[in-house]
């Protein structure tokens, strides 16, 4: 998906993002958004199928997103993506 603009999340990017779930603390993370884990990188892997995955794709860098999970409804904020690894 390198024909995507730049400020689009594509499968393979790598997303830093401040969550909440039902108002509590804010918490960042990081992930990469793929369908399986790529060799070479070992953080936090979100599929495109999962509640969270499905809410930041295709979206851009500012976004604001809701998913419900099993936990409750999230509010994420997209802060900024960069491309993953190279294949």
């Known amino acids: ?9 594509t499968i ?8 909440v779930v039902d108002g509590d603390e804010p918490r960042e993370l990081e992930f990469m958004l793929a369908a399986e884990r790529p060799e070479g990188y070992d953080g936090l892997i979100v599929s495109t199928a999962s509640p ?3 809410a930041v794709y295709g979206k851009t860098v500012g976004s604001v ?3 419900k999970a099993p936990q409750g409804l999230f ?8 491309r ?4």
């Open 75 to 82: 509010t994420l904020t997209i802060l900024e993506k960069q």
């Open 84 to 87: 993953g690894l190279k294949r």
């Open 12 to 19: 393979g990017d790598i997303i830093t993002a401040v969550t």
């Open 52 to 54: 969270v995955g499905n």
């Open 65 to 67: 997103v809701q998913y």
């Open 1 to 9: 998906e390198m024909d995507a603009p730049e400020d689009v999340v």
